[in-house]
């Protein structure tokens, strides 16, 4: 008897553990639910004016008023921010995650995005950028042409950076200061035929992601900022004067 109102003891409270697996299953999936919901809230704001500052406060970067150096070389400037690319699948992915973050994306942006010459690496890879003006590349004018720039820039051993450069940047670059970075690349033609290339920018309303004008007559004011990257000759020479320098330590 025992034993049988043991088993049906036992048998009894299968039951009523599995109501408390159910309510405390509930629980998780209400508390997960709640953390999907913050986290989306948070991931929102990333690109709002409010969390940009609060970045910028949190890492305490103070405005730089030097004036700008002249650049001689791509392999004596100083890397300005590495970035990781070919984390996505396609571009589409990439607009739902700038999307995701609540960034700004103008109509040209957009549509360059969605065009079948803009590609995302299928591999995931590290990008050194390089942020040099027009002024710091020699223009002496008020404005310089975008093909004049590049074709200065390239004399240096700059290269011209992959598109998708510019919308991985607005996601990995959310304490952007006010102003914009143009992303030096091969311009993109929009459906009407128009060239375009792409521009990272803080306006004070939040973070963005804008098309800008890119015909090789486009007047540039020379305090604009491009990001580049170096040419592979350049990182070659780098790589080389840094293996001669090793070895000349090692000599010592």
Known sequence: MDRITGKESGYHAIPHRSMRRRSGGAFIAMLCSACIVLFAS????????????????????????????????????????????????????????????????????????????????????????????????????????????????????????????????????????MGEFLIAMEPIRTWKGDPVILAVANGGAGLVLIGQDGSADAEIPVASRFLFVRSNEAALAKAVRGGDEAATLGRR
Do not use: H
Request: hydrophobic share 50%; charged share 15%.
């Open 42 to 177: 948070e991931a929102s704001a990333q690109c709002s004016a409010r969390a940009v500052l609060q970045n910028r406060l949190t890492l305490k970067i103070a405005p730089s008023d030097a004036p700008p150096a002249p650049v001689t070389s791509a392999f004596a400037a100083p890397v300005w921010r590495t970035i990781t690319v070919g984390t996505f699948a396609n571009s589409f992915a990439l607009l739902s995650a700038l999307d995701a973050a609540g960034c700004g994306i103008g109509s040209v942006a957009e549509e360059i995005l969605a065009r079948p010459a803009f590609n995302v690496g299928t591999t995931k890879t590290s990008v050194e950028l390089f942020a040099v003006s027009a002024a710091e590349l020699g223009f002496q004018t008020d404005t310089a042409r975008l093909a004049d720039v590049y074709a200065r820039a390239r004399q240096l051993g700059f290269g011209l950076a992959a598109a998708e450069v510019a919308p991985q940047l607005r996601l990995q670059y959310f304490d952007q200061p």
